[in-house]
């Protein structure tokens, strides 16, 4: 038998209020919040920030509203951030597709050739991952899922990179950018100011990941990557605190705020401006019903250091290193 067995809402609900010690002034409502969302995804996903965690209980004061404020808080800002996200995305896809055809020509069997990419004898892993590659790429050609391959395999028996790299998701894009020769990506790096190669890539895996969080509706705020990003001018320019050993930034490099450094490098300067002023809309507009928890802390779950706003003043000069490699 499970040890987490079926319960119906009105249960769950008297679960919470009796022995969770969670507030509710209207069940009704509450349950309502529950069928749109489940337990799981409302009260298990955003529970942390509210408990004690000596008699996981909640603490004294919170309300089931709570809960509730911080998961549309959380659900307004994965939509805003896969709204930026999808820029990036189509323009890296353009950019990489662009100098790739540049360099190789458009005939599909380029985008084909092992030779082509950072294929390497002495290095099996990054062979293996160049096989890989190609194979999904393969597979991406002889599929009949997207009308615009369909047609430019039948009408033209070719499909360009630039055609077929729309069928590609973010993490594949990102792959096709690492396994690149790094002349291919050092011009798409030149369209970036001051970006250089190994930031371009830790960013894109940063960038991935989080994609990832927003379209599977996942919890955002607090979510934490494995890859981080490099340690950039921009960490330098906005004095972020360092690690013990200095070998690391401890905001900015895995957590939401690397999100933002990232946009700041990759967006134009009209579109992050256009992201932060709804970004700051956001944060002023978000309010918890009691005061147990205030927004500060939810901000500092995201990894925003007190003066987050000030990277909207950080010139492009001063977003990545100096020298490009």
Known sequence: MSDKPFTTYEEQIRKLKDDKKLFIS??????????????????????ELFKDKATDNYRPGVCFDDLVCLYHFDEQLRSLLMQYILI??????????????????????????????????????????????????????QSTKYRYINHNRDMHGNVPLWVLINALSFGKVSRFFNLCLPSVQQRVCNEYPNIKITEMSNMLSV????????????????????????????????????TKGKSSYRKGMKDLFAVIIAFKCLL??????????????????????????????????????????????????KVASSTKS
């Not at 069940?27 to 009260?43: C, E, P, R």
């Not at 990419?117 to 892993?125: G, I, L, R, V």
């Not at 901000?299 to 250091?305: D, I, K, R, T, Y």
């Open 88 to 141: 990036i995305e189509r323009q890296l896809k353009s950019l990489i597709s662009y100098y790739f055809c540049e360099k190789y020509g458009d005939e599909q069997n380029e985008y084909l050739d092992t030779s082509h990419y950072q294929y390497s004898n002495s290095n099996p892993t990054v062979g293996i991952e160049v096989v890989s590659l190609v194979t999904i790429l393969k597979d991406t050609l």
């Open 26 to 47: 209207d069940d009704a409502s509450a349950i309502h919040m529950l069928k749109k969302a489940s337990y799981f995804a409302l009260v298990n996903g955003y529970k």
């Open 268 to 317: 134009t300067e009209e579109d992050f401006q256009s992201f932060f002023i709804q970004l700051c809309s956001l944060v002023d507009s978000f309010r918890f019903q009691s005061n147990v928890v205030n927004k500060n802390t939810v901000l500092s779950e995201m990894g925003f250091p007190s003066n987050w706003k000030d990277i909207q003043k950080v010139s492009n000069a």
């Open 207 to 242: 960038l991935t990941k989080f994609r990832n969080v927003c379209a599977h509706n996942e919890r955002l705020y607090s979510y934490r990557t494995i890859d981080a990003l490099s340690m950039m001018e921009i960490h330098k320019a906005l004095h972020l605190p360092m």
